[in-house]
Every structure is written in C-alpha cells, then in structure tokens.
C-alpha cells in the first residue's frame, strides 16, 4: 500500500529556515515524480516544487531561490529545504505522488497525497 508521511514543519521566525521529509512507501520510489503543495487557511492548494525521478526540479516563483527540492532515492525520501522563510509561507504543506499525465504543476495530475504538516513563520 502507496505510504507518504511528512515531517519537519514546525513554528519559525522570519527569515529562519525549515527542511521538511517526505517519506515513500508501497512503490518504487526511485522511478516516480513527486511534488510538494501547500495550503494556508480559506486558499487553494498551491504547487511549490517537484522532482523527477532523474533529479530534475523545477520550483514555483514565489520560492524559487529560496527553497529547494531534493530526493535520496536510496532512503526512499524526498525534501524541501526552505531558507528565509516569510510570513506568506505559512501553510500545511503536503507531498504527493505524479500520475505521469498533464503537468507536474497541477494538483490535479497528483494521485496519492500525505497527511501535510503545518509551517508558521511567525516572529
């Protein structure tokens, strides 16, 4: 059985810095795309960054630069390190699995996601 569990998120100040685990289970990790999303209170689901199985990444506008995705295909995990937090990043941040059809951007091509953990960049 497909097992994602998030872990890291926790409160920071801004500027401060989070990285946050993504742990796989149940398929082949090595050869699968995975995004990470997150979502503050009354908004909608927001792409931030994903990574190939290749390693490629790619990174929204509104982290690029400051955060960066990563996998270790040998511990089955995926990262997001996320440096000079804002206020504005605050939010429940979930990974996800790519069904490998449409774009890695939209949540909507994603079929498996973890439970989120909660980031709040708050002084």
């Known amino acids: 059985q497909l097992h994602l569990v998030e872990s890291g998120g926790g409160l920071v100040q801004p500027g401060g810095s989070l990285r946050l685990s993504c742990a796989a289970s149940?398929?082949?990790?090595?050869?699968?795309?995975l995004g990470w999303f997150r979502q503050a209170p009354e908004k909608e689901r927001e792409f931030v960054a994903f990574?190939?199985?290749?390693?490629?990444?790619f990174h929204a506008g509104s982290v690029k630069g400051r955060f960066t995705v990563s996998r270790d295909n040998a511990n089955n995990t995926m990262y997001l390190q996320m440096n000079s937090l804002k206020p504005e990043d605050t939010a429940v941040y979930f990974c996800?699995?790519?069904?490998?059809?449409?774009?890695?951007?939209?949540?909507?091509?994603?079929?498996?996601w973890g439970q989120g953990t909660q980031v709040t960049v708050s002084s």
């Open positions: 996800a699995a790519y069904d490998n059809s449409g774009s890695g951007l939209s949540a909507q091509n994603y079929y498996y």
């Open positions: 149940g398929f082949t990790f090595s050869s699968s795309t």
């Open positions: 990574v190939t199985s290749t390693g490629g990444t």
